[in-house]
């Protein structure tokens, strides 16, 4: 079975800049979930979703993230304008539906804002 | 904020068993108890999780105290492969169907040394 893929590994990209991250759940898996680590912090949830639909944005730290997943199949992060303040590890991860399914977690996109 | 507290590093000698404490006083009754861990450079890696009742899997044993307020992760014969950061993590259903958003602290970094 395939793990959680995401792509880009890394991303550089310059401030103002756009930038779309990519994330692969493990196939049949409804639940899908962003996290991302900023320097020195802690790893923080961002936002749920179960098949297409958002179920918990609480994590989202403003609206220049924009998350999608058409289809319910893979998802988009999508960052528009970068700020500085954004660079970090973006991890996403997903689950069975179900009761206290565990989450199986990406390896992340690196990402550097300039 | 997370809701458990583990030492902040722990070593351990290859073979031996290594055993992590968590505390987290403030469960719930209706709260699982997640180890996950996190090697360099990769994504967190679910380990085991349980409720009240001790739990053991390929990877480890969980064992929960009675009054659930604590749990230790035991790796019965720790490799040096094991060296990571080791998350405890309180985390409840947030509704039917299996939403469970992971509230990560510091974790414990668990060095293996030969």
């Known amino acids: 079975e395939a793990g959680v893929t995401q792509f880009p590994s890394h991303s550089v990209i310059e401030k103002g800049q756009t930038v779309t991250l990519r994330c692969d759940p493990i196939?049949?898996?409804?639940?899908l979930y962003w996290y991302r680590r900023v320097m020195g912090k802690e790893i923080k949830f961002l936002l749920h979703?179960?098949?297409?639909?958002?179920?918990?944005e609480s994590g989202m730290p403003n609206n220049r993230f924009l998350a999608e997943r058409t289809g319910g199949t893979y998802s988009t992060l999508k960052v528009q304008p970068a700020e500085l303040e954004d660079s970090g590890v973006y991890f996403c991860?997903?689950?069975?539906?179900?009761?206290?399914?565990?989450?199986?977690f990406g390896d992340g996109t690196r990402l550097s804002i300039l | 904020d997370a809701k458990t507290t583990q030492p902040t590093s722990m070593d351990c000698a290859e073979g031996r068993a290594a055993n992590l404490p968590c505390n987290h006083s403030?469960?719930?009754?209706?709260?699982?108890v997640y180890w996950y861990r996190q090697i360099h450079s990769q994504g967190p890696q679910y380990i085991i999780h349980?409720?009240?009742n001790n739990e053991t899997n390929e990877m480890a044993s969980l064992i929960i105290t009675e009054d659930r307020k604590s749990s230790t992760l035991i790796l019965p014969h720790a490799t040096l492969r094991d060296t990571a950061v080791y998350y405890c993590?309180?985390?409840?259903?947030?509704?039917?169907?299996?939403?469970?958003?992971?509230?990560f602290g510091a974790g414990t970094r668990l060095a293996v040394h030969p």
């Open positions: 403030t469960i719930s009754g209706n709260e699982y």
């Open positions: 979703f179960v098949k297409e639909s958002k179920q918990d």
């Open positions: 196939s049949g898996h409804d639940n």
């Open positions: 991860a997903s689950s069975h539906g179900g009761d206290y399914q565990p989450q199986h």
């Open positions: 349980g409720l009240k």
């Open positions: 993590i309180v985390s409840v259903n947030m509704f039917s169907g299996g939403y469970n958003k992971l509230i």
